[in-house]
């Protein structure tokens, strides 16, 4: 008997239409394009998270937005997981990282959040860090005081050159994950 997997790959972002081109929602932007890729659709609804569905092999596989707010992803996580009976290991979460340059993408697992309010909280709804994590370089603020204007402002004229080609790279990333396994895919990607 073949021995089905399931996966997630949740983006992070914020729901409402003033954040969809905002360097917080990049997470979004990836699952997004995932969803380009197979033809799909964001339609079904359930816990506060959109998603979709589709087989990859003899897995299954999802795609999820956290409909909640940034700082409360964990919620809509955690309740798709339980209810899906999704091994927290098998869980990808796709996000902004303002430790990173731009462009820059790694690959991590069983890491802290970091001072990201929402990987806080998918860790507190979880109750572990054992999960994966694409983290996708946003760059920190030429001021440190204006960390909330850098994750919830436009990508400038120069970042949208290359966006596309970000978007892209951190999606193959996270099927990376799925298809060769986290340690490969770290080797692949993290020194990039």
Do not use: C, W
């Amino acid at each position: 008997m073949i021995d089905t997997k399931i996966f997630m790959i949740a983006g992070l972002g914020n729901p409402e239409k003033k954040y969809f081109q905002t360097r917080h929602n990049i997470g979004f932007m990836v699952v997004d394009e995932l969803a380009r890729r197979n033809a799909l659709n964001f339609g079904k609804s359930r816990f506060d998270a959109e998603y979709v569905n589709l087989s990859f092999k003899q897995d299954k596989l999802f795609f999820v937005k956290p409909q909640s707010y940034m700082n409360k992803s964990g919620f809509p996580i955690q309740k798709l997981a339980s209810y899906f009976k999704i091994n927290i290991s098998n869980i990808i979460i796709v996000h902004d990282d303002i430790d990173l340059p731009f462009g820059r993408i790694r690959i991590s697992k069983d890491r802290g959040h970091g001072g990201h309010n929402g990987i806080r909280s998918i860790i507190e709804a979880l109750g572990t860090k054992d999960f994966t994590r694409i983290r996708i370089g946003i760059a920190s603020p030429a001021r440190q005081s204006s960390t909330t204007g850098q994750v919830l402002g436009d990508f400038s004229k120069e970042e949208n050159k290359t966006l596309d080609k970000l978007i892209g790279k951190a999606a193959d990333a996270s099927m990376s994950v799925i298809k060769e396994g986290v340690l490969a895919s770290m080797n692949s990607y993290n020194s990039i």
